[in-house]
């Protein structure tokens, strides 16, 4: 667990960030993704950071690989910390 719920890594206009990502790998996270004009939350758990790419899980077994141009800002998931 991270120090804080509201801890969040800010990317906007970072092209390469080789270790930005590793230390949220394995923890369950939002991603903000720019997609054109729209702006998307991607509700996941990071994998993997590779080259240009992170690899998150979204979902039961459903892996995708976002470029790390379009990720705007990644912030440790608060819903998960809610009693169910």
């Not at 800010?10 to 996270?29: T, Y």
């Not at 758990?45 to 998150?56: I, Q, S």
Request: proline residues 5%; positive net charge.
């Amino acid at each position: 667990m991270r120090d804080s719920p509201s801890v969040t890594l800010k990317l906007c206009g970072v092209k390469r960030m080789e270790s930005a990502f590793k230390a949220w790998i394995g923890h369950p996270v939002v991603l903000q993704v720019a997609l054109g004009d729209i702006k998307v939350p991607l509700r996941g758990k990071l994998l993997k950071d590779g080259g240009d790419t992170v690899r998150m899980r979204i979902g039961e077994g459903w892996d995708v690989d976002i470029y790390k141009t379009m990720i705007l800002a990644v912030e440790e998931d608060g819903m998960v910390l809610l009693p169910s």
